[in-house]
């Protein structure tokens, strides 16, 4: 099970550091993708970084340059920080780990739900003055 924290209220231009952890394996064999959810919008990946011995990391356009994933192989967490905050950023954020993929195969398809086998329940990002 894939549990994240880290989320809550904060103004526009704040940061957070969301947190993915999981009990009962371990995460560094896996590839592990961010996903955001807001109020009536499609779910869209917004981060991932590769599994195994890889250290590959992927942003949507959105989140490039405010966004870095990486992982605590030692706490079994994968971490995403969110610098300068923006309002449509609001969303409940959700970490997900899929089997890892080559390179090519993972660039390609890291931005698509399919692609992970195991979901966590979400943590809410609330950008607001």
């Known amino acids: 099970q894939l549990v994240e924290s880290g989320g809550g209220l904060v103004q526009p231009g704040g940061s957070l550091r969301l947190s993915c952890t999981a009990s009962?394996?371990?995460?560094?064999?896996?590839?592990i993708g961010w996903f955001r959810q807001a109020p009536g919008k499609e779910r869209e990946g917004v981060s991932c970084i590769s599994g195994n011995t890889d250290v590959d990391t992927y942003y949507s356009d959105q989140v490039k340059g405010r966004f870095i994933i990486s992982r605590d192989n030692a706490k079994n967490t994968v971490y995403l920080q969110i610098d300068n905050l923006k309002p449509e950023d609001t969303a409940v954020y959700y970490c997900?780990?899929?089997?890892?993929?080559?390179?090519?195969?993972?660039?390609?398809?890291?931005?698509?739900?399919?692609?992970?086998?195991?979901w966590g329940q979400g943590t809410q990002v609330t950008v607001s003055s």
């Open positions: 009962g394996y371990t995460l560094d064999y896996y590839a």
């Open positions: 997900a780990a899929g089997n890892p993929r080559t390179p090519m195969q993972l660039s390609r398809l890291w931005v698509y739900w399919r692609t992970y086998d195991y």
